[in-house]
Nanobody, 115 residues
Framework: VQLVESGGGLVQPGGSLRLSCAASGFTFIGYVMSWYRQAPGKERELVARISSSGSSTMYADAVKGRFTISRDNAKNTVYLQMDTLKPEDTAVYSC?????????WGQGTQVTVSS
């Protein structure tokens, strides 16, 4: 089982990044997928979640209106489009797969928002 994130990096405030999380080794379509983030010295927090079909999404208040989660079940991939980035979005972003007590984590990708 693997969840491999990509797309992180350094971006200026107001900029955009698109994170991808490629899944393998399990039946992706049956899993709820989420993005979490953890900033230095802070607890990990939920950023966004998408249902197994992609028909339902939810967002943390801090990112609502700026981030968009989506998934392509044919490609076993979940995405996080991040727009209007702020310095406080700086964190390691990880994807998470969950299905009735079975869960998997990716290794994370660093996002740094700084001028």
């Amino acid at each position: 089982v693997q969840l491999v994130e990509s797309g992180g990096g350094l971006v200026q405030p107001g900029g955009s990044l698109r994170l991808s999380c490629a899944a393998s080794g399990f039946t992706f379509i049956g899993y709820v997928m989420s993005w979490y983030r953890q900033a230095p010295g802070k607890e990990r927090e939920l950023v966004a979640r998408i249902s197994s079909s992609g028909s339902s999404t939810m967002y943390a208040d801090a990112v609502k209106g700026r981030f968009t989660i989506s998934r392509d079940n044919a490609k076993n991939t979940v995405y996080l489009q991040m727009d209007t980035l702020k310095p406080e979005d700086t964190a390691v972003y990880s994807c998470y797969a969950w299905k009735f007590g079975i869960d998997y984590w990716g290794q994370g990708t660093q996002v740094t928002v700084s001028s």
